[in-house]
């Protein structure tokens, strides 16, 4: 393949106290490619996603992003890099609402964040970019009530659009359908490929389905190490996959 | 479509309560049989709780050391009388930016704490003051309260008087115009920013949010707040003793925020009335056991209106003047 990197790790490694579960990990991301990955709980999917995004720091290896090497960055950094992510537990701001959320995303987007008198109302350009991103994900009638009170499947779609709202270049979602019914999870992936342009997208997935609907390509990760990678044909038939994960 | 800005524009703008209350402290002046020193305590403690608000509405973290800000504020208006700086004006602004660097400095002691780990670090570090300045009788005078203050009139003309008519009128002029910078700073994004940081730094951090240099900001703006809180006491009383660094105060700040109700900024005040007119009655029916009635009122307070009085009060006028409408239940996203 000739497409450019935009994430990259060499011997990404991680122990807690001794217990190695994260072992020599050399993965690479393609610009604008969606890509999965996949494995057995347990096979340290998560723990990749938080040493990507900084809020682990590995004990060997390195973590390049657009690039620029960002191993030791704090996940500040690194999304002012170019990173976003979403968490497969809602990560979200249960008092503030949604139109609140999004226009303090774009607000640390544009560092307006020092403390000053000039009230938020007053930024109307940024006011109205919130609401358009938030039409956009469909969720322009539940703008204004507090987040903790929308229904479970619209919280989800919060959780992308405010990963969103920052326009990475690398988009990390781990396990985005979770607790979804298969048609919402469906629905939500729909809206990720019109949507994301051209970000890069990282996501881990149960849902077979899913997975091979939507990668292009796909990685599979099983007991810290990386089984196998390739397209979802070559995924399918890899003898080694299917004995260790598909189970057929 | 404009209704998301008609939406923050309302979260900004002044409403009608909001310039009643601050109109009945003017009415409260012109009143023959008002005791304008309790209401002065009265703001004072209000202003003291609005800088706890900061901390533990707006950003979430509690405090037991806030009384602390609030002592080094009160003893540096002192220290500048004493040594001759007896214009107030200048003295409650330095006042202020003594406790609110202490502030910013403590804020990056306690960084990365939260919960029960906070509580007792800023616990201990009200105590170790207050043993300090108790017990430094040479340098504070101890319980016997600082020698020599004495404070020059207001703008150099209104001189305070016993009855504590100057005393009122500046505490309430200051109070007020801190109130309306802190109202604007918690509608700007830094305001928003540290709700955010509140419901959940993880998030914040993963919007790239400085939520390090949030944190000790806003302790230094609350500290700056308690200290010129603590400034004012002392220049209207005209008196300064280790009780204003004593955890008690710590503690019934906390206690008047939670009973008027944090994350407004009104909750202080609102507490701070209820909470020193309780004081005052029930310290008159029996002064050996008033603090009873305080829990008391404390525990039925947060039993059945956790959030305490105001919100409680404002629900109720929201139920009563729009019925029971509830928005419909909304569909599940597909």
Same mark, same amino acid.
């Given at each position: /393949?000739?497409? %450019?990197?935009?994430?990259?790790?060499?011997?990404?490694?991680?122990?807690?106290?001794?217990?190695?579960? @994260?072992?020599?990990?050399?993965?690479?991301?393609?610009?604008?490619?969606?890509?999965?990955?996949?494995?057995?709980?347990?096979?340290?999917?998560?723990?990749?996603?938080?040493?990507?995004?900084?809020?682990?720091?590995?004990?060997?290896?390195?973590?390049?992003? /657009?690039?620029?090497?960002?191993?030791?960055? =704090?996940?500040?950094?690194?999304?002012? #890099?170019?990173?976003?992510?979403?968490?497969?537990?809602? =990560?979200?701001?249960?008092?503030?609402?949604?139109?609140?959320?999004?226009?303090?995303?774009?607000?640390?987007?544009?560092?307006?964040?020092?403390?000053?008198?000039?009230?938020?109302?007053?930024?109307?350009?940024?006011?109205?970019?919130?609401?358009?991103?938030? #039409?956009?994900?469909?969720?322009?009638?539940?703008?204004?009530?507090? =987040?903790?009170?929308?229904?479970?499947?619209?919280?989800?779609?919060?959780? /992308?659009?405010?990963?969103?709202?920052?326009?990475?270049?690398?988009?990390?979602?781990?396990?985005?359908? %979770?607790?979804?019914?298969?048609?919402?999870?469906?629905?939500?992936?729909?809206?990720?490929?019109?949507? #994301?342009?051209?970000?890069?997208?990282? @996501?881990?997935?149960?849902? /077979?389905?899913?997975?091979?609907?939507?990668?292009?390509?796909?990685?599979?990760?099983?007991?810290?190490?990386?089984? %196998?990678?390739? =397209?979802?044909?070559?995924?399918?038939?890899?003898?080694?996959?299917?004995? %260790?994960?598909?189970?057929? | 479509?404009?209704?998301?800005?008609?939406?923050?524009?309302?979260?900004?703008?002044?409403?009608?309560?909001?310039?009643?209350?601050?109109?009945?402290?003017?009415?409260?002046?012109?009143?023959?049989?008002?005791?304008?020193?309790?209401?002065?305590?009265?703001?004072?403690?209000?202003?003291?709780?609005?800088?706890?608000?900061?901390?533990?509405? &707006?950003?979430?973290?509690?405090?037991?050391?806030?009384?602390?800000? !609030?002592?080094?504020?009160?003893?540096?208006?002192?220290?500048?009388?004493?040594?001759?700086?007896?214009?107030?004006?200048?003295?409650?602004?330095?006042?202020?930016?003594?406790?609110?660097?202490?502030?910013?400095?403590?804020?990056?002691?306690?960084?990365?704490?939260?919960?029960?780990?906070?509580?007792?670090?800023?616990?201990?570090?009200?105590?170790?003051?207050?043993? !300090?300045?108790?017990?430094?009788?040479?340098?504070?005078?101890?319980?016997?309260?600082?020698?020599?203050?004495?404070?020059?009139?207001?703008?150099?003309? !209104?001189?305070?008087?016993?009855?504590?008519?100057?005393?009122?009128?500046?505490?309430?002029?200051?109070?007020?115009?801190?109130?309306?910078?802190?109202?604007?700073?918690?509608?700007?994004?830094?305001?928003?920013?540290?709700?955010?940081?509140?419901?959940?730094?993880?998030?914040?951090?993963?919007?790239?949010?400085?939520?390090?240099?949030?944190?000790?900001?806003?302790?230094?703006?609350?500290?700056?707040?308690?200290?010129?809180?603590?400034?004012?006491?002392?220049?209207?009383?005209?008196?300064?003793?280790?009780?204003?660094?004593?955890?008690?105060?710590?503690?019934?700040?906390?206690?008047?925020?939670?009973?008027?109700?944090?994350?407004?900024? &009104?909750?202080?005040?609102?507490?701070?009335?209820?909470?020193? !007119?309780?004081?005052?009655?029930?310290?008159?029916?029996?002064?050996?056991?008033?603090?009873?009635?305080?829990?008391?009122?404390?525990?039925?307070?947060?039993?059945?209106?956790?959030?305490?009085?105001?919100?409680?009060?404002?629900?109720?006028?929201?139920?009563?003047?729009?019925?029971?409408?509830?928005?419909?239940?909304?569909?599940?996203?597909?």
């Amino acid at each position: /393949m000739t497409a %450019a990197t935009v994430l990259q790790t060499v011997g990404l490694t991680k122990a807690f106290g001794g217990l190695s579960i @994260f072992k020599g990990v050399d993965f690479s991301l393609h610009a604008g490619e969606r890509h999965a990955i996949i494995g057995p709980n347990g096979a340290g999917k998560s723990t990749f996603v938080h040493l990507v995004s900084g809020l682990l720091k590995p004990t060997s290896g390195s973590v390049q992003l /657009m690039g620029q090497d960002v191993t030791r960055a =704090t996940p500040q950094q690194r999304v002012r #890099a170019g990173l976003g992510r979403t968490f497969q537990i809602n =990560t979200l701001f249960p008092s503030l609402s949604p139109l609140q959320a999004i226009a303090l995303a774009l607000c640390e987007r544009d560092r307006l964040t020092a403390p000053s008198l000039r009230a938020l109302a007053r930024r109307v350009e940024l006011l109205d970019e919130a609401a358009a991103l938030l #039409a956009r994900f469909g969720l322009a009638a539940d703008g204004e009530g507090p =987040t903790g009170l929308l229904p479970y499947g619209k919280q989800r779609v919060l959780e /992308m659009a405010l990963a969103l709202s920052l326009k990475p270049k690398v988009l990390l979602l781990d396990e985005p359908a %979770a607790g979804l019914t298969t048609a919402q999870g469906h629905a939500l992936f729909e809206q990720l490929t019109e949507l #994301a342009g051209d970000t890069s997208v990282l @996501f881990i997935e149960h849902d /077979m389905a899913l997975v091979f609907g939507y990668a292009q390509r796909v990685t599979v990760l099983g007991g810290g190490a990386l089984l %196998a990678q390739g =397209t979802p044909d070559e995924i399918r038939a890899d003898p080694v996959v299917r004995k %260790a994960y598909l189970g057929h | 479509m404009s209704s998301h800005r008609a939406y923050f524009a309302n979260q900004a703008r002044w409403s009608g309560w909001e310039m009643a209350f601050w109109l009945a402290w003017v009415v409260a002046f012109f009143i023959p049989q008002s005791n304008l020193a309790l209401l002065s305590q009265i703001l004072i403690w209000g202003l003291f709780a609005v800088s706890l608000d900061l901390l533990l509405g &707006y950003r979430g973290l509690p405090s037991f050391g806030q009384a602390a800000f !609030f002592g080094i504020g009160a003893y540096t208006a002192g220290y500048l009388s004493k040594f001759g700086w007896t214009e107030p004006i200048t003295g409650l602004l330095v006042s202020g930016a003594v406790a609110g660097v202490v502030g910013l400095m403590a804020g990056r002691v306690v960084r990365g704490l939260h919960g029960v780990a906070l509580l007792m670090v800023t616990l201990g570090l009200n105590s170790l003051l207050y043993d !300090f300045v108790q017990r430094s009788t040479e340098l504070t005078g101890g319980d016997d309260g600082l020698p020599g203050v004495s404070i020059a009139p207001v703008l150099g003309i !209104f001189k305070f008087d016993m009855v504590g008519r100057t005393g009122y009128l500046y505490t309430l002029a200051a109070c007020f115009l801190i109130f309306v910078l802190l109202r604007a700073l918690v509608r700007s994004p830094f305001g928003l920013a540290l709700l955010g940081a509140r419901d959940n730094p993880r998030r914040m951090q993963m919007l790239g949010a400085p939520i390090d240099r949030d944190l000790t900001l806003v302790m230094g703006l609350s500290a700056a707040v308690a200290g010129m809180a603590g400034a004012l006491l002392t220049q209207t009383t005209q008196f300064v003793a280790p009780e204003v660094l004593s955890f008690q105060r710590s503690a019934d700040v906390l206690v008047i925020l939670v009973i008027g109700g944090a994350g407004f900024l &009104y909750g202080g005040f609102v507490g701070a009335l209820a909470f020193i !007119f309780l004081r005052d009655l029930f310290a008159a029916l029996n002064p050996i056991y008033w603090y009873f009635w305080i829990g008391l009122m404390l525990v039925l307070t947060v039993t059945f209106f956790r959030r305490g009085l105001l919100p409680a009060l404002a629900g109720l006028w929201a139920r009563r003047r729009k019925p029971a409408v509830d928005r419909p239940a909304q569909e599940v996203a597909p």
